[in-house]
């Protein structure tokens, strides 16, 4: 038996609100957050953040990785990041716990393994 199959147009796509959102408790704060995964164009940012090239040698700069992931992922009520680029090394200066807390979140949301950060290293 043969199924009708549907395909979507482009404006379809284009407004398909697709980025999922969880709300989290950080216990280190005594508040909550709200983390969103990544769209696309982020998941290359922060993947190109986090891969360093030098001549033929390329490794994963784990620097932050966690403050780097967090800033791209809390938003506010209407989905705006709540810190910017530069945020970064100040975020990373708060509870190594209550960021992987978020972290860990950010990146089942974002559909970020371990293995694509080894991945990355490997290519």
């Not at 379809?12 to 983390?35: C, F, G, H």
């Not at 938003?75 to 860990?104: C, P, W, Y």
């Amino acid at each position: 038996m043969m199924t009708n199959k549907r395909f979507l147009s482009r404006d379809e796509i284009l407004n398909i609100k697709d980025l999922p959102v969880e709300e989290v408790y950080v216990e280190e704060w005594q508040a909550w957050v709200r983390v969103r995964g990544l769209t696309g164009a982020e998941r290359d940012q922060f993947e190109q953040s986090i891969v360093e090239t030098r001549g033929k040698d390329t490794r994963v700069n784990l620097r932050n990785i966690r403050a780097k992931l967090v800033t791209l992922c809390v938003v506010d009520e209407e989905g705006k990041r709540l810190f910017k680029d530069e945020d970064v090394e100040l975020l990373g200066r708060k509870s190594a716990v209550a960021l992987n807390r978020i972290f860990e979140v950010a990146q089942r949301l974002s559909g970020l393994r371990p293995e694509d950060v080894e991945e990355l290293a490997g290519n």
